[in-house]
């Protein structure tokens, strides 16, 4: 029974940490989160880190030693192997931290590190999905938007560890210019920073929607929770955003899935609290525009973990090989 062997994932965020003891079969025996101390530079935030894994094996009853492995899901660029941080915008000015062998070093454990949305996707192929789909492309709308795909039991990870990275590949080659150098890309229009940018301008030329009373007159303050109240409130620009980028994100999907053929496709994130209409948009652009073969061939699925997946996925990286391939 292998059920009896632990392992720790953390998932750590721009804003918050998450890290829980998991077993081998997927289940979160503790869990604990706290707010990312990101400004007190990337020494604090390992140590955080440390401190979260010593506690969540305490929840569990469980000596630190007796677990197995530790595995890091964060966004950014994160060498294969190494557990080298390369850069993670959201997280650290720093660049090239050796976040892996320093955290490994605090703890005594072997420390994995990987892009967060590649663990994400590693826990739902385990242990979402009933079955292991021949291939899997796990997209992930948030405050950007990421990816990952499984192909025979393999995880997509390309030359430098930077597969899939849907965000940034462009829906519209003229359009708005994106923080990593290219324009047009698709978390500027489907991610939640998107919406709200989408809604700002929106709002300029109508006085009257609800958003101007949900943000207090400070459009910067406008987030996607409250485009999703407005239009649940049946505000027709509110509704206008939702659509709009749920548009953008079904026009992403269909390359994306023209691209990879995926048996199965699902959609997870933070941004689908929008609601149905948003999914409904996406869906039917995805529907509309994907290859007929693409479209006749994929099942769509919602995420299944939800918010389990980064902690679950980390927990099983150490089951992936240097090729990828998952144990
Ligand atoms: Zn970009």
């Avoid at 503790?30 to 990337?42: I, N, W």
């Avoid at 301008?201 to 609800?210: F, I, K, R, V, Y």
């Amino acid at each position: 029974m292998s059920d009896c062997v632990n392992s720790i994932g953390v998932d750590v965020g721009g804003t918050k940490i998450a890290a829980g003891v998991v077993t081998d079969g997927g289940q979160v025996l503790a869990r604990e989160r706290v707010a990312t101390g990101s400004k007190a530079g990337y020494e604090s935030v390992i140590r955080q880190i440390a401190e979260l894994a010593r506690n969540v094996a305490q929840q569990a009853g469980l000596p630190l030693g007796s677990v197995r492995a530790v595995g890091l899901g964060m966004a950014g660029q994160i060498e294969g192997g190494t557990g080298i941080v390369h850069h993670a915008v959201n997280l650290f000015a720093e660049r090239d931290i050796p976040l892996g062998p320093m955290l490994s070093e605090a703890l005594g454990l072997p420390v994995t590190v990987d892009n967060d949305v590649r663990a994400s996707t590693l826990g739902e192929y385990l242990f979402g999905l009933p079955g292991r789909p021949a291939s899997f492309l796990n997209v992930f709308a948030g405050t950007g938007v990421g990816s990952g795909f499984v192909d025979r039991g393999r995880l997509l990870r390309g030359a430098a560890n930077s597969a899939c990275e849907i965000g940034h590949h462009s829906i519209d080659w003229q359009g708005l210019a994106c923080g990593c150098g290219s324009r047009g890309c698709l978390e500027l229009y489907a991610g939640g920073l998107g919406v709200a940018r989408q809604a700002r301008e929106a709002m300029a030329s109508d006085p009257g929607t609800l958003l101007w009373l949900l943000c207090e007159r400070d459009p910067g303050r406008v987030d996607g929770r409250m485009v999703a109240t407005a239009a649940g409130r049946g505000d027709v620009t509110a509704a206008g955003v939702i659509e709009r980028a749920g548009q953008a994100l079904g026009a992403g999907l269909a390359n994306a899935a023209n691209l990879l053929n995926p048996e199965v496709l699902m959609l997870g994130g933070g941004l689908m609290k929008l609601g149905e209409s948003f999914r409904k948009a996406a869906l039917e652009t995805f529907q509309s525009r994907a290859l007929a073969t693409v479209r006749r061939s994929v099942r769509l699925e919602a995420s299944r973990l939800s918010d389990d997946a980064g902690i679950v996925g980390a927990a099983s990286l150490w089951r992936v090989g240097p090729d990828g391939t998952i144990a």
